[in-house]
């Protein structure tokens, strides 16, 4: 059987441990090896969303609507070398076109330390890029590329939130760095947790059975319209390779932050300042940094959080979840239970810090 370790779920903070770029590859965890990379927990959805109505397309459709938007990117860094010293290497991953300004989104973890950055498109052109805006507490990033405005075919980005498990999905990226890989499949969960390269978590994550390899990075998840529902970003598996558990961000995190990236070169996000017990069927306060939110209202380790602001937190995803749905400086209030006795606070979410 294989083991999954449970560390500390953070609402909004930090996770467990996590592999960088890796060559342009995936964050992936290893089953067999008890020092995960990744963390996923699972998650219980009382209501998927019913199918869209629309006809589907098909795989062929869908890749000759969406392949020249879909791009792979090189990029040059330093690496340390086994005795101390450092040279340079290249890693690949991919990305997409966001918009007619040449904005392209990626992962984070595809472009971080990057040296340079250079882009090719489906034409076999190459243009180089400079980074925009990276943010890795969701390992999102925005590239822009000095390439002729007649090679920008911007993807139409849709709403995670209407897939349901079982709907199908398509995956075009440039795993190995073989560029416009399309693999096919089907949403297999949804509302995961992964762990970003900052150790915080990405709640809602989409989980599918597409082959995502190393490569895939940044890639774009795409349902049966064509819409980009989700950005490629790790694989669960023990040989690093793909075994069928792939997770991509969702496309509303997408809404969310890249704008900002684009606008600020950062993001912002909510931040209340407790870690949580990964392993409890509630949300149970595992710490509380000082000087947070919730140090300054009194919440305590062994506090189980019941709602935050309109939305009952059963579980740790869930507190997750309600807290990425504000922004700082959104006053709200906490519901918790201490000692058999329930009690309420209002309190103002911060700023996650870095």
Request: hydrophobic share 35%; aromatic share 4%; glycine share 10%.
């Amino acid at each position: 059987m294989s083991r999954r370790s449970h560390l500390p779920l953070i609402a909004s903070l930090l996770v467990a441990a996590c592999l960088g770029a890796g060559g342009g590859a995936l964050l992936y965890r290893s089953f067999s090896d008890s020092s995960s990379k990744t963390v996923v927990h699972d998650v219980t959805v009382p209501d998927s969303q019913p199918a869209s109505s629309t006809s589907p397309l098909s795989v062929n459709e869908i890749y000759r609507r969406t392949n020249q938007g879909i791009v792979k990117i090189t990029v040059s860094s330093l690496a340390t070398t086994t005795f101390g010293g450092t040279q340079q290497q290249e890693s690949q991953g991919s990305g997409w076109v966001y918009d007619a300004n040449g904005d392209i989104v990626t992962d984070q973890h595809v472009v971080a330390g990057a040296r340079s950055i250079k882009v090719t498109f489906s034409n076999g052109k190459t243009y180089s890029a400079k980074l925009v805006g990276a943010d890795g507490s969701t390992d999102l990033a925005v590239i822009k590329a000095s390439a002729p405005s007649s090679l920008l075919h911007p993807l139409s980005l849709g709403d995670s939130s209407k897939l349901s498990v079982g709907d199908g999905v398509v995956v075009i990226g440039s795993p190995f760095g073989l560029s416009e890989t399309v693999t096919s499949g089907i949403v297999s969960a949804l509302h995961r947790t992964i762990t970003s390269p900052t150790r915080f978590s990405i709640p809602d994550s989409i989980q599918t059975d597409a082959a995502i390899n190393h490569g895939n990075s940044g890639g774009a998840l795409l349902n049966l319209q064509g819409e980009v529902v989700g950005v490629t970003a790790q694989i669960d598996s023990s040989s690093g390779g793909n075994e069928g558990v792939g997770f991509a961000i969702p496309s509303n995190t997408v809404h969310s932050v890249v704008p900002q990236l684009i606008s600020t070169g950062k993001a912002q996000h909510a931040y209340l300042g407790i870690s949580l017990d990964s392993t409890a069927n509630n949300a149970l306060v595992a710490g509380v940094k000082s000087n947070t939110p919730a140090a300054k209202a009194g919440l305590k380790t062994g506090d189980v959080i019941t709602s935050l602001g309109s939305a009952q937190t059963t579980t740790p995803d869930q507190l997750a979840s309600a807290i990425a749905a504000h922004k700082p400086g959104d006053r709200v209030t906490v519901t918790y239970q201490r000692g058999g006795q329930s009690h309420t606070v209002t309190l103002t979410l911060a700023s996650r810090p870095s």
